[in-house]
Protein backbone atom coordinates (compact mmCIF):
# COMPACT_ATOMS: atom_id res chain seq x y z
CA UNK A 1 0.00 0.00 0.00
CA UNK A 2 1.08 3.32 -0.89
CA UNK A 3 -0.14 6.24 0.99
CA UNK A 4 -0.17 10.10 0.27
CA UNK A 5 -0.19 12.96 2.98
CA UNK A 6 -3.65 13.74 2.99
CA UNK A 7 -3.95 9.46 3.37
CA UNK A 8 -5.52 8.19 -0.22
CA UNK A 9 -3.92 5.09 -1.00
CA UNK A 10 -3.29 2.58 -3.45
CA UNK A 11 -3.22 -1.17 -3.19
CA UNK A 12 -1.19 -3.60 -5.28
CA UNK A 13 -2.20 -7.12 -3.86
CA UNK A 14 -1.17 -10.70 -4.86
CA UNK A 15 -3.79 -12.51 -3.70
CA UNK A 16 -5.35 -16.34 -5.14
CA UNK A 17 -2.40 -16.47 -7.35
CA UNK A 18 -3.35 -13.19 -8.95
CA UNK A 19 -2.16 -9.23 -8.83
CA UNK A 20 -4.51 -6.87 -8.07
CA UNK A 21 -3.95 -3.26 -7.84
CA UNK A 22 -6.87 -0.71 -7.10
CA UNK A 23 -7.08 3.18 -6.44
CA UNK A 24 -9.29 5.58 -4.80
CA UNK A 25 -11.54 6.62 -8.43
CA UNK A 26 -12.27 2.48 -8.50
CA UNK A 27 -14.64 2.54 -5.83
CA UNK A 28 -17.10 5.02 -7.72
CA UNK A 29 -16.63 2.70 -10.80
CA UNK A 30 -16.57 -0.71 -9.70
CA UNK A 31 -14.09 -1.59 -11.88
CA UNK A 32 -11.46 -4.25 -11.23
CA UNK A 33 -8.26 -4.18 -12.11
CA UNK A 34 -6.52 -7.97 -11.88
CA UNK A 35 -3.95 -10.26 -13.55
CA UNK A 36 -4.57 -13.39 -15.18
CA UNK A 37 -3.31 -16.11 -12.32
CA UNK A 38 0.39 -15.99 -12.58
CA UNK A 39 3.04 -17.35 -9.97
CA UNK A 40 5.12 -14.16 -8.72
CA UNK A 41 8.68 -14.71 -8.08
CA UNK A 42 9.56 -10.72 -9.02
CA UNK A 43 7.74 -7.53 -9.11
CA UNK A 44 8.63 -3.93 -10.01
CA UNK A 45 6.64 -0.77 -9.31
CA UNK A 46 7.43 2.35 -10.22
CA UNK A 47 4.98 5.76 -9.26
CA UNK A 48 5.53 8.64 -11.06
CA UNK A 49 2.55 11.92 -10.19
CA UNK A 50 -0.18 9.43 -10.54
CA UNK A 51 1.13 7.08 -12.66
CA UNK A 52 1.51 3.82 -11.34
CA UNK A 53 3.61 1.09 -13.66
CA UNK A 54 4.18 -3.00 -12.43
CA UNK A 55 6.15 -5.57 -13.89
CA UNK A 56 6.26 -9.27 -12.54
CA UNK A 57 8.60 -11.39 -13.33
CA UNK A 58 11.21 -9.90 -15.73
CA UNK A 59 8.08 -8.32 -17.76
CA UNK A 60 6.21 -11.75 -18.62
CA UNK A 61 3.31 -9.36 -17.03
CA UNK A 62 3.16 -5.78 -17.00
CA UNK A 63 0.52 -3.12 -16.15
CA UNK A 64 0.07 0.71 -15.93
CA UNK A 65 -2.88 2.49 -13.99
CA UNK A 66 -3.16 6.41 -13.89
CA UNK A 67 -4.73 8.52 -11.12
CA UNK A 68 -5.30 11.49 -10.65
CA UNK A 69 -5.83 11.76 -7.14
CA UNK A 70 -2.64 10.57 -6.23
CA UNK A 71 0.34 12.65 -7.10
CA UNK A 72 3.28 12.58 -4.44
CA UNK A 73 3.30 9.60 -1.83
CA UNK A 74 4.15 9.85 1.72
CA UNK A 75 4.97 6.30 2.55
CA UNK A 76 5.15 2.82 1.05
CA UNK A 77 3.89 -0.21 3.46
CA UNK A 78 5.36 -3.46 2.10
CA UNK A 79 4.18 -7.03 3.12
CA UNK A 80 5.84 -10.22 2.06
CA UNK A 81 6.18 -13.58 2.18
CA UNK A 82 9.58 -14.87 4.33
CA UNK A 83 12.22 -15.12 1.60
CA UNK A 84 11.77 -11.98 -0.25
CA UNK A 85 14.28 -9.33 -1.10
CA UNK A 86 13.39 -6.14 -1.36
CA UNK A 87 14.38 -2.61 -2.49
CA UNK A 88 12.90 0.40 -2.51
CA UNK A 89 14.83 3.68 -4.76
CA UNK A 90 14.09 7.60 -5.31
CA UNK A 91 14.86 8.08 -8.56
CA UNK A 92 16.47 11.21 -10.21
CA UNK A 93 13.91 13.14 -12.61
CA UNK A 94 15.11 12.81 -16.14
CA UNK A 95 14.23 17.06 -16.43
CA UNK A 96 16.63 18.98 -16.26
CA UNK A 97 17.32 22.38 -13.89
CA UNK A 98 18.84 25.53 -15.03
CA UNK A 99 22.03 24.53 -13.86
CA UNK A 100 22.03 21.66 -16.25
CA UNK A 101 22.26 18.72 -13.57
CA UNK A 102 19.17 16.56 -13.27
CA UNK A 103 16.63 17.28 -10.48
CA UNK A 104 15.64 15.30 -7.85
CA UNK A 105 12.03 14.71 -7.47
CA UNK A 106 9.99 13.40 -4.68
CA UNK A 107 7.52 11.96 -6.95
CA UNK A 108 9.28 9.18 -8.78
CA UNK A 109 9.78 6.12 -6.25
CA UNK A 110 10.56 2.37 -7.36
CA UNK A 111 10.10 -0.75 -5.26
CA UNK A 112 11.92 -3.92 -6.37
CA UNK A 113 10.59 -7.49 -4.91
CA UNK A 114 12.36 -11.03 -5.43
CA UNK A 115 10.99 -13.85 -4.21
CA UNK A 116 13.99 -16.70 -3.12
Known amino acids: MARTMSGQSFTLEHADGRLRISVPEDASTGIAYRSQPIRLTRLQLFFDAGVIEVFVNDGAVCGTRRTY????????????????????????????????????????????????
Open 69 to 116: ALTELHSVEVRAATGCKMAAHELLSSWRSDTGTAKRSGSIETADLVAH
